[in-house]
């Protein structure tokens, strides 16, 4: 087990197991509660598999009634809750807890509402990303936030950690494409945020709710926008001596007022991974391989694909091949989109960072990720949204061997303290969860922090939905107005801190 400490569990709700379970079970019927152990097992972890946990109980509920019965008495019992979508989260943002209900939300797995008139469609949380676009396709559009784990994510969870995607740097996150929200808060109130509608009155809760890490309440139903398939797509696959070149060539690309449709970045490590597990025809004798698609109308796209030749071409391209057909373009995808797989090939383990930098300092932060690498001992392999500067490094490590797992934690802050000291974020898409939970008094300050939390007890004064993700210190709701921190020692040491 690491070094990151959750709450300490509350003895009297562990002692009350029996009884919650009878109640949930009243609430929710059937197969919908899951109390034996084995079965409760599948539930311990997320996507962060390095850390584990059995929950209380697991419960499933099919219904806007069942949630918000069950938030009600969680609200009025002290119960803890952790929402739960997929459990694809790489942060940890579904790690159960001891005296915690696990809620997940898979059960709410229908399309609601398809209208190409308003381009928008609304959904149950528990369907898939990808299963917005399959429900859509078939007049010509789709859902632009595109995950590498579409297959499998929730939209609930694309929601909660305002997930991104290859996409993204054109059509935006998550929080640029949801319209409206039906949520049901920790006292078990139901309110609807937006709608169909392009924007609306007072503050934006919206915007606030994606992102929020199921820390504000459960997402129950979700109105996406929709796009129409551009007329045409083509991809330029280009390889560079260094990685620098290939950060300078992005820079360039974006400078020049070209906005690709996606533009990805792989290291030599990432590419040699990748090759080899899915023989997409990479270069293998260049340092850094970048994939720019371009996509619109035909006349624009190939005007485009010229332009961005020339630019990779004076940042001393060694390799460019452009894709002429559709089964082209998507083999030079084939391989960035296994890339994560490929370098699960290569190594026991790794860990997936999500840092986001400005991309004029790209290359730097690569070259001090190459010294941080010979500082903690461990190779790091390097795939990226290269367009929006959201890096994703992967370090590889061995959990088998005493030591590498903490050296691995160990580098993988440095990498994110780097990307804040030049400018940039402890996240791009993958939320803050528990793996960064720590880091963010890097990143705000206690004040900063303390608003936040203000925010949060508007919502849960509490704490019971998510505690121990997001923020480092938990406070009591009531000293947050007058708390002040001297000298590291604070106030209120009753409180249970971890
Ligand atoms: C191989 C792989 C590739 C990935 N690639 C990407 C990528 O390219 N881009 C990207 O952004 N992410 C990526 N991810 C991370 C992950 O898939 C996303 O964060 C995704 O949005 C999580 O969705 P989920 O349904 O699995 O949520 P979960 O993991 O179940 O939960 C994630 C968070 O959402 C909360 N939550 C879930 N459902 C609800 C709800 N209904 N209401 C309120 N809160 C809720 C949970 O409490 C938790 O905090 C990847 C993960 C893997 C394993």
């Not at 539930?43 to 069950?70: C, F, G, K, N, W």
Request: net charge negative; proline share 6%; aromatic share 6%.
């Amino acid at each position: 087990m690491t070094a990151i400490l959750m709450p300490v569990p509350d003895q009297s709700i562990l002692a009350r197991r029996r009884e919650i379970v009878a109640a949930l079970q009243g609430i929710v019927p059937g197969e919908g509660v899951i109390d034996d152990e084995t079965e409760m097992r599948p539930y311990e972890t997320d996507a962060l598999t390095a850390y584990r946990q059995m929950p209380l109980i697991v419960v499933l509920p099919e219904t806007v009634e069942q949630v918000s019965q069950v938030l009600c008495y969680c609200h009025e019992n002290g119960v803890k809750v952790v929402p739960r979508g997929a459990g694809t989260s790489l942060s940890g943002g579904a790690l159960p807890l001891a005296d915690g209900v696990l809620l997940s939300m898979m059960k709410f797995n229908q399309v609601l509402d398809i209208d190409f008139a308003n381009r928008c469609v609304t959904v149950q949380p528990g369907v898939t990303n990808l299963g917005v676009t399959r429900a859509v396709e078939h007049e010509g559009f789709y859902y632009a936030p595109d995950p590498s784990s579409q297959i499998a994510c929730s939209v609930g969870g694309n929601i909660a950690e305002n997930s991104g995607g290859v996409h993204c740097l054109k059509y935006g996150l998550t929080t640029n494409n949801v319209l409206g929200l039906e949520m049901v808060l920790i006292t078990g109130e139901v309110i609807r945020l937006g709608g169909k509608h392009l924007d609306s009155e007072g503050y934006d809760l919206l915007a606030l709710m994606t992102g929020s890490e199921g820390l504000l309440g459960v997402v129950t139903e979700v109105t996406l926008r929709i796009l129409q398939k551009p007329e045409t797509a083509r991809a330029l696959l280009v390889g560079f001596p260094t990685s620098e070149d290939g950060g300078r060539c992005v820079a360039e690309i974006i400078a020049n007022g070209i906005i690709p449709g996606g533009m990805e970045m792989m290291d030599k490590l990432a590419i040699d991974a990748a090759e080899a597990f899915v023989n997409a025809g990479y270069p293998l004798d260049v340092e850094a391989l970048l994939i720019v698609e371009l996509d619109g109308p035909e006349a624009e796209v190939n005007d485009l694909i010229e332009r961005v030749e020339a630019i990779a071409l004076k940042n001393k391209a060694s390799h460019i091949r452009i894709s002429t057909s559709e089964e082209e373009r998507m083999t030079f995808w084939a391989g960035r989109k296994a890339a994560f797989p490929a370098v699960g090939r290569i190594s026991p383990d790794y860990l997936c960072m999500d840092g986001t930098i400005p991309r004029r300092e790209l290359p730097k932060v690569l070259a001090g990720m190459r010294d941080l690498s010979e500082k903690h001992g461990l190779r790091v392999a390097n795939v990226f949204h290269a367009g929006d500067g959201n890096l994703h490094p992967l370090i590889l490590y061995d959990a088998n061997k005493p030591g590498e797992l903490e050296a691995a934690e160990a580098f993988g802050a440095d990498i994110l303290r780097l990307c804040v000291a030049v400018g940039g974020v402890l996240t791009g898409e993958h939320g803050v969860g528990i793996e960064k939970r720590d880091l963010m008094p890097e990143m705000f300050s206690e004040d900063d922090l303390k608003q936040q939390q203000r925010v949060k007890c508007a919502f849960d004064e509490n704490h019971l939905l998510n505690p121990g993700k997001v923020f480092p210190v938990l406070h009591r709701c009531a000293e947050l107005g007058r708390m002040h921190v001297h000298k590291g020692k604070l106030p209120f040491p009753d409180i249970p801190r971890f």
